[in-house]
């Protein structure tokens, strides 16, 4: 993260003349952009020093603080936050923070789609890229050649094991017996997650692998065209979620996203395996699902709903306690397994 002092002043301007006053008597902007090398970015040349920075700025107001920021892998403005996925700039902080690498590149493939920048990467006009990514000087650092070096060596790497889409795995599919094991059987085996129909990926052609794959095209369907919304929430379980969520408007802000429409977004990243970036725009902003997913994770919210769905199952006498979950393997606890002797059974 790198704190712009330059677009904080603008921010601040805008809050009035006492808050902007006190964001200058802290140091925390500056009316116009100084340079690269410049006293604007002293305090920043470690981790530690911008973070400080960024609290400072925050405690005045935390969306200004962020919106000022650049952020993750692609270096995107907090202030182009809705470009980007998310609804906010403090939002877009906390997914990136906590989503990993695949949130990274899903704000910045957005960043790209929004403002029509993927254009230039599919015709390979590194130039007009660059330009309008890194500005009119992007010459300086020579960003375009560096594009140009950084496709050709990825392109030398890809070409000696070209990706299939999923539906061209699919298809190859057909060729093949049972019993058949090696990596085009295990390919498939990860692509049937794409339509739904996770299998294990143990690289073997077998009844199950099979099974999985005849009810993809029983079905007839491609990879996130069907969406698989038979994972969604019924009417009644959502009427059993809703009340234990936490409240779908803060205390202060703005209303959140639907809880419903995250939640089903959830299940689909959960029972397909999917990256975010691939999430249906039915569900929402990949950002916003992405960083209430992870939020809710550690706010532990979904511990929180499964105590209380127990409890209520429980309550009803709708639990077997007897029954046991084992990496989703029913089995059923008998009095052996707490060490009864089995009749007939030799004794040491």
């Not at 902080?93 to 599919?122: K, P, Q, S, W, Y």
Request: charged content about 20%; aromatic content about 8%.
């Amino acid at each position: 993260m790198l704190y712009e002092r330059h677009q904080a002043y603008k921010g601040f301007a805008a809050l009035g003349t006492n808050v902007l006053a006190e964001a200058k008597r802290q140091g925390l902007v500056v009316p116009r952009w100084q340079g690269p090398g410049s006293a604007q970015y002293a305090d920043q040349k470690t981790s530690a020093g911008r973070l400080a920075l960024i609290a400072r700025a925050a405690a005045l107001d935390p969306e200004l603080a962020y919106a000022s920021c650049s952020m993750g892998l692609f270096q995107v403005m907090g202030s182009n936050h809705k470009a980007a996925g998310y609804d906010s700039a403090v939002e877009m902080h906390h997914g990136l923070t906590m989503g990993g690498i695949e949130a990274h590149i899903a704000c910045g493939v957005a960043f790209m789609r929004t403002n029509g920048l993927l254009r230039h990467l599919a015709a390979r006009n590194w130039a007009s890229f660059a330009k309008d990514y890194n500005g009119k000087q992007f010459k300086k650092n020579a960003y375009d050649t560096k594009l140009a070096s950084a496709y050709a060596e990825w392109t030398t790497m890809l070409r000696a094991s070209p990706a299939q889409t999923v539906a061209a795995v699919v298809a190859d599919a057909s060729t093949l017996k049972l019993g058949d094991r090696g990596p085009r059987v295990r390919a498939l085996q990860e692509s049937l997650a794409a339509f739904g129909t996770p299998v294990k990926a143990d690289s073997i052609y077998g009844p199950a692998t099979r099974a999985s794959l005849q009810r993809v095209h029983g079905r007839g369907d491609r990879p996130h065209v069907v969406g698989m919304r038979r994972y969604e929430l019924t009417d009644a379980q959502w009427e059993q979620i809703a009340p234990l969520l936490p409240p779908q408007k803060p205390r202060t802000g703005r209303p959140a996203e639907d809880h419903r429409q995250v939640l089903n977004g959830m299940l689909w990243i959960l029972r397909t395996g999917a990256p975010w970036a691939d999430l249906p725009a039915r569900y929402g902003a990949v950002g916003t699902v992405s960083s209430r997913f992870y939020r809710w994770r550690q706010a532990g919210v979904f511990d929180r709903v499964l105590r209380c769905l127990q409890a209520q199952a429980d309550a009803r006498g709708d639990l077997d306690w007897d029954l046991h979950f084992v990496d989703a393997t029913v089995v059923r606890a008998h009095q052996h397994a707490a060490g009864a002797r089995r009749s007939g059974a030799i004794g040491g």
